[in-house]
């Protein structure tokens, strides 16, 4: 008992959790592999994080001296990567995301073995309740991975945002292959975003694809759109 005691404790000094603790970053957590960063290039990162986000981020995870995973301040809304760029004339922090028409998301929806659908009664606070998923198959899985797998279907080109005060119950939808899982929140004007593995993902479907996944959800998803 007491060399298992003794293993346990030694377990426990070396366990990632105990030896990196947190630091704390113009009032942002950082943590992971901060200690390998210089502290002017961490500062960097987290100045750039907080100017190209929406709001600043919950925390950091530093992966290496090169590469990090920005947390949103919405907790549903995963990560992005930003990674220090070096080259000849300049070396900075960028963001490098993932788009939600990216080719490995379309094949994603395309390819995945499960398909759900899920209320969202306040699209601008969106949250993904597990216990309210309903499983899509036959025609409407069909209709709708022609629609969100289609990559002629999303908006090719540069947008900008003007968030509504208010917005009517929407849905959201999840789509899963073994352990990997693609969970999308749509909003007014086509506006999707979402997480892909906890990663970050968004993008905006063209303009006459929009009133086409409005007229899916009226056809097969009257329940989702009434609920509270």
Same mark, same amino acid.
């Given at each position: 008992?007491?060399?298992?005691?003794?293993?346990?404790?030694?377990?426990?000094?070396?366990?990632?959790?105990?030896?990196?603790?947190?630091?704390?970053?113009?009032?942002?957590?950082?943590?992971?592999?901060?200690?390998?960063?210089?502290?002017?290039?961490?500062?960097?990162?987290?100045?750039?994080?907080?100017?190209?986000?929406?709001?600043?981020?919950?925390?950091?995870?530093?992966?290496?001296?090169?590469?990090?995973?920005?947390?949103?301040?919405?907790?549903?809304?995963?990560?992005?990567?930003?990674?220090?760029?070096?080259?000849?004339?300049?070396?900075?922090? &960028?963001?490098? *995301?993932?788009?939600?028409?990216? #080719?490995? +998301?379309?094949?994603?929806? =395309?390819?995945?073995?499960?398909?759900? $659908?899920?209320?969202?009664?306040?699209?601008?606070?969106?949250?993904?309740?597990?216990?309210?998923?309903?499983?899509?198959?036959?025609?409407?899985?069909?209709?709708?991975?022609?629609?969100?797998?289609?990559?002629?279907?999303?908006?090719?080109?540069?947008? &900008?945002?003007? *968030?509504?005060?208010?917005?009517? #119950?929407? +849905?959201?939808?999840?789509? =899963?292959?073994?352990?990997?899982?693609? $969970?999308?929140?749509?909003?007014?004007?086509?506006?999707?975003?979402?997480?892909?593995?906890?990663?970050?993902?968004?993008?905006?479907?063209?303009?006459?694809?929009?009133?086409?996944?409005?007229?899916?959800?009226?056809?097969?998803?009257?329940?989702?759109?009434?609920?509270?």
């Amino acid at each position: 008992m007491r060399h298992l005691l003794l293993g346990i404790a030694l377990g426990a000094l070396c366990s990632p959790v105990l030896a990196y603790e947190a630091t704390r970053i113009r009032d942002v957590p950082v943590f992971g592999q901060w200690h390998d960063v210089p502290i002017n290039e961490l500062r960097e990162a987290v100045d750039y994080a907080i100017r190209h986000s929406y709001k600043p981020p919950s925390r950091i995870e530093v992966i290496d001296r090169e590469g990090m995973r920005v947390w949103l301040s919405d907790p549903e809304m995963g990560w992005e990567p930003l990674r220090y760029v070096r080259c000849c004339t300049v070396s900075e922090w &960028n963001f490098e *995301g993932e788009s939600a028409d990216s #080719p490995r +998301v379309l094949r994603f929806i =395309r390819t995945a073995s499960e398909a759900y $659908i899920f209320p969202v009664p306040d699209p601008l606070k969106p949250h993904l309740d597990r216990q309210r998923m309903r499983r899509i198959e036959g025609p409407a899985r069909e209709a709708l991975v022609g629609l969100l797998g289609e990559p002629s279907n999303w908006y090719d080109g540069l947008y &900008n945002l003007v *968030g509504p005060k208010h917005e009517p #119950p929407g +849905v959201g939808f999840v789509f =899963r292959q073994g352990a990997s899982e693609l $969970i999308l929140f749509q909003e007014t004007g086509g506006f999707i975003r979402g997480t892909f593995n906890d990663q970050h993902v968004q993008d905006m479907l063209d303009g006459a694809a929009t009133p086409k996944l409005l007229s899916w959800e009226r056809t097969y998803a009257p329940q989702e759109l009434e609920s509270k």
